[in-house]
T-cell receptor, first 113, second 117 residues
Framework: NAGVTQTPKFQVLKTGQSMTLQCAQD?????MSWYRQDPGMGLRLIHY???????DQGEVPNGYNVSRSTTEDFPLRLLSAAPSQTSVYFC????????????FGPGTRLTVT | AQKITQTQPGMFVQEKEAVTLDCTYD???????LFWYKQPSSGEMIFLIY??????QNATEGRYSLNFQKARKSANLVISASQLGDSAMYFC??????????????FGRGTSLIVHP
């Protein structure tokens, strides 16, 4: 049972480049989400999905795009990378419960130069 | 407005002592849940404890307990008998759901705990 997997673990991009962070879960969870973690800011929600074909914006969605074509996968696309997007990105999958369960992936450390 | 407030950026505790990490929250949703996570220096997010808004008893998980004071909107984490391995960042999070919320947790800014030998 792999849980939540994220690839890549590390990535360096140049300003203006685009890329996709991959996230997959094998627990058949309906809910998936993307967070970014910056020093002193905690985890901030970027986008989330409550099921295949359904996505919505979180607190900091600008510059990011998501889609959810299957229950298992929830990729995060950076459309045109900016230095402000340098961060650690966490993907999570969860159930509403009760009690709720939420599992995080190991994170992707992204640097934009 | 911030929904989760953790007012202690850093805390120090002596090994074997108890420590309380503060968390206050803001919601008008009658049905909500509160989480605590631990993030060691290795970076992974580890779930510690959960409290539902309708739960009658304070949640406990081993050395972790959640001091839930609904009227004061606080959900403090108490770690008893601190160990060196408890040194980490701790995050409080809340999810809302009954009044159109997403059931996806939002997080506070975290508290860094250092346990001294």
């Amino acid at each position: 049972n792999a849980g939540v997997t994220q690839t890549p673990k590390f990535q360096v991009l140049k300003t203006g480049q685009s890329m996709t962070l991959q996230c997959a879960q094998d627990m058949n969870h309906e809910y998936m989400s993307w967070y970014r973690q910056d020093p002193g800011m905690g985890l901030r929600l970027i986008h989330y999905s409550v099921g295949a074909g359904i996505t919505d914006q979180g607190e900091v969605p600008n510059g990011y795009n998501v889609s959810r074509s299957t229950t298992e996968d929830f990729p995060l696309r950076l459309l045109s990378a900016a230095p402000s997007q340098t961060s650690v990105y966490f993907c999570a999958s969860s159930t509403p419960g009760p009690p709720p369960e939420q599992y995080f992936g190991p994170g992707t450390r992204l640097t934009v130069t | 407005a911030q929904k989760i407030t953790q007012t202690q950026p850093g805390m120090f505790v002596q090994e074997k002592e108890a420590v309380t990490l503060d968390c206050t929250y803001d919601t008008s949703d009658p049905s909500y849940g509160l989480f605590w996570y631990k993030q060691p220096s290795s970076g992974e997010m580890i779930f510690l404890i959960y409290q539902g808004s309708y739960d009658q008893q304070n949640a406990t998980e081993g050395r972790y307990s959640l001091n839930f004071q609904k009227a004061r909107k606080s959900a403090n984490l108490v770690i008893s008998a601190s160990q060196l391995g408890d040194s980490a960042m701790y995050f409080c999070a809340m999810r809302e759901g009954a009044s159109g919320g997403s059931y996806i947790p939002t997080f506070g800014r975290g508290t860094s705990l250092i346990v001294h030998p």
